[in-house]
Every structure is written in structure tokens, then in C-alpha cells.
């Protein structure tokens, strides 16, 4: 079988007729590593737990690429090869105000950088691998995050999910007003160790997410 014709200076391989770039071999892009994440957040999982994708946070300002509900809420974001830093600072404030647990998975390109931005609540993965098997290394373990915020914990809840709780806790007089009233009467009429995981409860048993496992 003949190889395809490459121009001069081409930096790719012809086998057959599959074209493989070289420089793109070891730059790692965003689907394979969401691939080795899913399968190991999904040999995690225990009955009863969910895996969210694409789980949007403080009002659709920012989404988690990926989020286990197990009793906490635990979010993962991802920073590939091709992806750059730019956003972090202001994700790790978006998610700061609602995850119980956070872990960056980024590749070695971004690591050093990456450790430098994150607080040190944040857990840390190391993804590397040829583009095809994906290894996840765990550099650091997340812990309970200090920064949470009753009233954007409460946001993460539909209309009916809040007067559900809301109901939960005896409030009345609350089924007319706007969401941004309920959540702040969840936030007031619940402590935040009691707030978190009644939330986290409700998204679990959610019916309509958009990506879910």
C-alpha cells in the first residue's frame, strides 16, 4: 500500500492511509482526558451516587465539567493541552462559593501554574498519556472547602426544589416571590453544615439534567 504524499516540511506521518500528526501526539485535548476522568469518577460511584456533566453554578456564570454528588457536592474542572489558564482565577471564585470539594485535572504543561492559582483546598490531578490512554495521577487531595456561600449553595436549586425545603422548614407565605427571595430565605432559615447537603440531596434525585450518569 502506498503512503499519501506529504508537502516538504510537513510535520505528519502517513501509515496507510491515517495521517498522524507528530506535534499533536503529546498535547493531550480536552475529550480524552473527560473520557479517563468519567471512568474513574464512574468506578467511584456507590448506590445512590450521580456524576453530573457540564453542571452549571452561579446562575449559569460558570459550569463544572464535571460534578459527583455523594453526600457533597464534588466538582472537577479540566485544563488540556489546547486550553489556557486565562479563566481559573475567576473559576475558582465561581466555584468556591458552592462545592463542598474541588479538583483541578490539568496536564503537566499546566501543573506548576495551575498549583499556583488554586487554593489549597483544591485537589490537584495530573493527566498525562499519548492521546489515546489517558493516566490520572493524583497530586494533591482535595479538602473541605472553607470559602462556601449559603445563599449561591442555595441557587443551585430549581423554583420548586426550593419551596420544598422551604416547606421542609416550616416557611410560609413564600409560593408568590421571586426565586432570588427564596434563596435568601433558605440561606437564612438554614446553618450552611445543614444547607449543603439537603441541596446536594435534591440534585441527586433531580429529574432533567441535561447530561447526567
Given at each position: ?14 501509515v496507510g492511509v491515517t495521517l498522524y500528526d507528530e506535534r499533536a501526539m503529546t498535547r493531550l485535548s480536552d475529550p480524552p ?181
Amino acid at each position: 500500500m502506498s503512503s499519501a504524499q506529504l508537502p516538504p516540511g510537513d510535520a505528519t506521518r502517513s501509515v496507510g492511509v491515517t495521517l498522524y500528526d507528530e506535534r499533536a501526539m503529546t498535547r493531550l485535548s480536552d475529550p480524552p482526558i473527560r473520557a479517563a476522568l468519567h471512568s474513574r469518577l464512574d468506578e467511584q460511584l456507590s448506590d445512590g451516587d450521580r456524576v453530573v456533566f457540564e453542571m452549571p453554578v452561579c446562575g449559569g456564570t460558570a459550569r463544572l465539567d464535571a460534578a459527583r454528588l455523594n453526600g457533597h457536592l464534588e466538582g472537577y474542572e479540566i485544563k488540556s493541552d489546547r486550553d489556557t489558564l486565562a479563566r481559573l482565577d475567576g473559576q475558582v471564585q465561581a466555584y468556591g462559593r458552592v462545592v463542598d470539594r474541588m479538583t483541578i485535572v490539568c496536564t503537566p504543561r499546566h501543573l506548576d501554574q495551575a498549583m499556583d492559582v488554586v487554593p489549597p483546598w483544591w485537589g490537584v490531578w495530573e493527566a498525562t498519556g499519548d492521546g489515546v490512554h489517558v493516566d490520572l495521577a493524583e497530586v494533591r487531595s482535595a479538602t473541605e472547602n472553607p470559602d462556601q456561600e449559603s445563599v449561591w449553595v442555595a441557587q443551585l436549586l430549581w423554583r420548586d426544589e426550593c419551596l420544598s425545603l422551604l416547606d421542609l422548614a416550616g416557611v410560609t407565605g413564600v409560593r408568590s416571590k421571586p426565586r432570588r427571595v427564596l434563596w435568601r430565605r433558605l440561606a437564612d432559615v438554614y446553618d450552611l453544615p445543614e444547607l449543603s447537603p439537603l441541596v446536594t440531596g435534591v440534585l441527586k434525585n433531580r429529574r432533567g439534567w441535561l447530561a447526567v450518569r
